[in-house]
């Protein structure tokens, strides 16, 4: 069986880390739930192994950090 390659975003997430409500993130962008995107973020599978995000969940969470911003930028010219 082949081994998932998985990373740790954590320290690249640093700057955003307390400013961003990752519950929504994981719903919407994910459709998962709070405890599997803080697992993801602090390296676990959610039974006290390792884990972490794929190259797929990776691409897939920067592209919901892209639209967030943009998002937030659209929110922000709109004042």
């Known amino acids: 069986m082949k081994e998932k390659s998985v990373r ?3 320290p690249a997430l640093n700057d955003i880390l307390l400013d961003v409500t990752w519950a929504k993130i994981a719903k919407r962008y994910f459709g ?4 599997w ?3 993801k973020l602090n390296g676990t599978d959610g039974n006290g192994g390792v ?3 794929t ?3 990776t691409e897939q ?3 919901a950090l892209l639209d967030l911003s943009a ?3 659209a929110v922000a010219e709109g004042l």
């Open 32 to 35: 998962k739930s709070s405890s």
């Open 51 to 53: 884990g972490g995000f």
């Open 71 to 73: 998002r937030i930028r």
């Open 61 to 63: 969470l920067k592209e």
């Open 55 to 57: 190259d797929a969940e």
């Open 37 to 39: 995107m803080y697992n």
């Open 8 to 10: 740790n975003l954590k």
